[in-house]
């Protein structure tokens, strides 16, 4: 009987240590992922034992501070006033952006224990831990100055790691008064400025989206999308009442794959939407995370792609210029240029780099992550080998520059019945070969992507490669 | 100054119960070359005294309640001679487990004063009853010694305690588990757990009737059967695995594990498709995300506690374990680890440990199998109940509903365990005086 007591015995052993080292797993590394939760109401109890970290950039700047008056009042400052009202966020009124995102880390405090424990007996504060995010003051600056006085959002990723460099909506506000201006902000009827738009903007891709249709026909014409031809007359009627007609009258002639997309030609991609397999067609826009949740932390609305196999031909071919139910935020759009520019792969965006304590040391890092491998390294260079063409030769030419080479596809999307009331859009990366940096611009109301929304993203490109060439 | 000492309360706490638990392996583990060497469990009572203390006064500090500072002096008191009545009247018992009980009980009685100080005084006087009916009962096992009448009449008294619950008792979260008696909640299958064990030994001890194992294996099932009628899936998951053990012990042979873990995927597959609230339960234990403000709430604040308090835990009335539903109960560990630290959460778990070992320790050293049977049983009933317990409350299982052994609030827990307490250490003496 006491060998089976010793059985006995060895089980709960093992039990009990398996439960032990789970809860000390817990304790060690699972912790932050749950108690960062904005359900956890025990956070808002950290900031009583700790003054808030700061908040900044990749380059050292504060982009937000707390400081303590004598009287031990404290106060959230945020010296570039509007510039990073969205992206960073602020407390008042409700927590927002990295303010939201990062709260966690920056009400708890990687004080050594005895510095913890002597505060913790003279009553004092901790002090707590600050966010080093991926945010370029300068490419900020650039995007918020080119953005100028447009309603829109702009948002520069790094292709190959997912960093957001820069990340602008406009119209903006400014987050050291918001407490005062609240009331007048929320008087006016559809203000929109707390609004960011660079993750929660729906818009409609309009022809941006043209980069997926041209992707679904290389997968379903691997060997002949080349010998593609289609001869522009300025409209396609697809059905008895229904043609789609080229952006600003244009008649473009005749075209193979690449130049209808360099043109933007509506009525050749219509003609080549309404010839996809409805449902494959669906499928490479869910893998694209249409009707999906983004991934990354920054709460990205979802965009919506539908499209079943009993549409009309007049919706399909909608859809396949980017206009029809078709929806997507800049940052979504932003997150497909960078996965072109970086072969296929797609890098899971984050903003926050690192966590480090008040004395500089690391506490927590954050490594690139990727989300998931969409396109082959060939289709990859195909469509970028067209984004190319679309700056040389098409409606891109606006960003065409003696120090780099971009890669890109303009959109001017219909949002209401009114065809020359159009938003702009870009999606942009260079140097096209070895991209660094992709943006996604969209301007309200800018009308044709070529003309206004291009200009836009040179200007932030300028600013990148002459501040990488110093 | 008291802010002080309430801020610190914590730090001392958890060295205390480090020390404490280093001291209690120690004990467990080392046979006493001198017997009247008692240095180990002398600085065992003295880490209960401190974490009493510190404890009591915290409170009584925050709260600047006097009637705190008078249960403090009763406890003292009590674990005092409570200690000194084993000592000198039952000399042969084993201490440290005298000392884990004292320490489990205070940490009770400390969390409820902290989280809600209008139990404490019930739950003080149901354990001080019950404490003084676990003492007669060391010297009165020798009148259960076995015999297969009381087994079989604890059966009896068992499943009709059960069926009395299970016509009578209203659902409560789910399961049927109590019925009002004179004003205290009475759970009946608190103390089935104690005639389930002892009908069990009494059935076991003579592996070569067969007859009788198969009468204790249909005891068995009409147990469970009412249990699971009664939804009170825990309590089943309990008794059966107490059978289980024993059996394998009277029997001898592996595969009674290897059927008794198939049997225990069949139950739960069965609970998962049939009974609703067990499939929220274990919904809630995947992804306690996809319903946080509903089914997933509780394990939720419970993580939240666990992980805001870390290793240190937050101080006393520093936490909000009262946002954790039925922490009194339930989920009693997740407030311990809050406010008083992991490192105190985690001594927790190796106290239990060591209480489970050294019971299973005097099985081995007992005169008869019966007696063995006995600890053993009531051990694997002990460490089933932390089992689920614990591993409900830190997301390791799904959460079932049980109490945390001498630290919940709850009479028939309190009251059963204490009960069975008595029984360990009667039965464990037994073996010296033959």
Redesign the interface.
């Known amino acids: ?9 060895c089980i ?2 093992v ?2 240590t ?3 080292l ?3 797993n ?2 060690l590394f ?3 992922d ?2 960062s ?1 904005a ?5 808002s ?2 900031s009583e ?1 700790v003054v808030r970290g700061s908040i900044l950039s990749s380059d050292g700047e504060k982009l937000a501070e707390t400081v303590v008056d004598e009287f031990g009042e404290e106060k959230r400052i945020y010296p570039y006033n509007n510039l990073f009202a969205h992206s960073v966020g602020h407390v008042e009124k409700g927590y927002t952006g990295i303010e939201a995102l990062g709260n966690f880390y920056m009400v708890s405090s990687h004080e050594s224990i005895f510095k ?2 002597a505060d ?2 003279s ?1 004092k504060k901790r002090t707590g831990d600050n966010i080093v995010t991926t945010l370029n003051v300068r490419l900020q600056q650039a995007a918020y100055d080119a953005l100028g006085d447009y309603r829109g959002a702009c948002v520069v990723l790094e292709p190959d790691t997912g960093r957001i460099l820069a990340m602008v909506s406009k119209p903006d506000f400014n987050p050291n008064t918001i407490e005062q201006d609240w009331e007048a902000i929320n008087s006016i009827q559809g203000n929109d400025c707390l609004l960011n738009k660079a993750t929660r903007g729906v818009y409609a891709p309009g022809s941006t989206f043209k980069v997926m249709t041209t992707l679904e026909y290389l997968r379903e014409h691997p060997d002949n999308y080349q010998s593609y031809l289609y001869n522009c007359t300025g409209e396609n009627n697809i059905m008895q009442d229904y043609s789609v007609h080229c952006y600003g009258g244009l008649v473009h002639g005749v075209l193979d794959l690449e130049h209808s997309l360099a043109q933007s030609c509506n009525c050749s991609f219509s003609n080549i939407g309404i010839s996809l397999n409805k449902e494959r067609f669906s499928g490479l826009c869910s893998d694209f995370l249409f009707n999906k949740t983004i991934p990354g932390s920054y709460g990205c609305v979802k965009s919506q792609f539908v499209l079943s196999a009993d549409d009309s031909d007049a919706v399909t071919a909608q859809t396949a210029i980017g206009q029809g139910k078709t929806t997507i935020s800049p940052m979504h759009n932003a997150l497909i240029a960078a996965t072109i520019a970086n072969g296929g792969v797609m890098m899971t965006p984050y903003v926050i780099d690192r966590v480090e304590n008040y004395k500089g040391k690391t506490v927590v890092d954050f490594e690139p992550k990727m989300y998931d491998k969409l396109m082959s390294a060939d289709e990859a260079a195909c469509i970028k080998d067209m984004m190319k063409l679309v700056v040389s030769e098409g409606t891109g030419a606006r960003l065409i520059s003696e120090s780099y080479q971009a890669a890109a596809k303009t959109g001017s999307a219909q949002f209401s019945s009114d065809v020359d009331d159009t938003h702009a859009w870009i999606l942009a990366f260079a140097p096209a070969d070895a991209p660094k940096i992709a943006i996604s611009v969209i301007v309200e109301r800018g009308g044709s992507g070529g003309e206004t929304a291009a200009p836009i993203a040179k200007r932030i490109l300028d600013v990148y490669f002459d501040e990488t060439s110093d | 100054m008291g802010q002080l000492l309430i801020d610190s309360a914590k730090y001392i706490i958890m060295i205390a119960m480090v020390v404490f638990t280093f001291s209690a392996y120690h004990s467990v583990f080392t046979k006493k070359t001198d017997p009247d060497d008692s240095t180990a469990e002398k600085l065992q009572l003295v880490c209960v005294f401190v974490v009493q203390f510190i404890g009591n006064i915290a409170v009584a500090l925050h709260t600047s309640d006097g009637r705190i500072l008078s249960l403090y002096f009763l406890q003292f008191f009590f674990v005092l001679v409570y200690n000194a009545i084993f000592l000198k009247a039952y000399k042969s018992s084993s201490m440290v487990l005298v000392n884990i009980v004292s320490m489990l009980l205070t940490i009770g009685i400390i969390m409820l004063e902290r989280i809600n100080p209008e139990l404490v005084f019930k739950h003080c006087i149901i354990i001080a009853v019950f404490v003084v009916i676990s003492l007669i009962i060391p010297p009165a096992v020798k009148l259960l010694e076995s015999s297969d009448v009381i087994a079989v009449l604890c059966a009896i008294v068992g499943i009709l305690a059960l069926t009395v619950i299970l016509v009578f008792a209203n659902y409560e979260r789910g399961a049927k588990l109590s019925i009002p008696v004179g004003g205290i909640s009475f759970q009946a299958s608190e103390f089935v757990k104690i005639t389930f064990v002892l009908m069990c030994a009494g059935l076991f001890k003579d592996k070569n009737k067969k007859g009788n194992i198969a009468l204790g294996t249909l005891f068995m099932i009409v147990h469970i059967a009412i249990l699971v009628l009664s939804r009170d899936l825990g309590m089943s998951l309990i008794l059966g695995s107490a059978y289980l053990f024993m059996l394998f012990m009277a029997v001898d042979t592996f595969a009674i594990l290897a059927l008794g873990v198939i049997a225990v995927g069949i139950g739960s597959f069965f609970a998962y498709r049939f009974f609703a609230h067990v499939k929220t339960r274990v919904d809630v234990w995947l992804n306690p995300w996809q319903d946080i403000t509903g089914d997933g709430y509780q394990i939720a604040q419970s993580l939240f506690a666990i992980g805001t308090g870390g290793w240190m835990g937050s101080g006393f009335y520093k936490g909000i374990p009262e946002t954790i539903p039925i922490v009194t109960k339930d989920f009693i560990f997740a407030a311990i680890a809050e406010e008083l630290g992991g490192i105190t959460a985690f001594c927790l778990i190796l106290i239990y440990l060591a209480f489970v070992i050294k019971v299973m320790l005097m099985a081995m050293g007992a005169a008869s199998e019966y007696i063995k049977l006995v600890l053993v049983g009531f051990g694997c009933i002990f460490a089933v109940q932390v089992i689920l317990n614990i591993g409900g409350v830190i997301k390791f299982i799904p959460s079932t509903g049980i109490t945390l052994p001498f630290i919940s609030y709850g009479g028939s827990s309190i009251a059963s365990l204490l009960i069975m307490f008595g029984l360990i250490q009667g039965f464990g003496n037994l073996k010296r005086i033959k």
């Open positions: 009987m006491n060998k089976n007591i010793r059985v006995i015995i709960f052993v039990i009990f398996m439960m032990g789970y809860f000390c817990y304790l699972k912790k932050d749950y108690i939760s359900h956890n109401k025990r956070l109890s950290y034992h913890k424990i913790d007996v009553g």
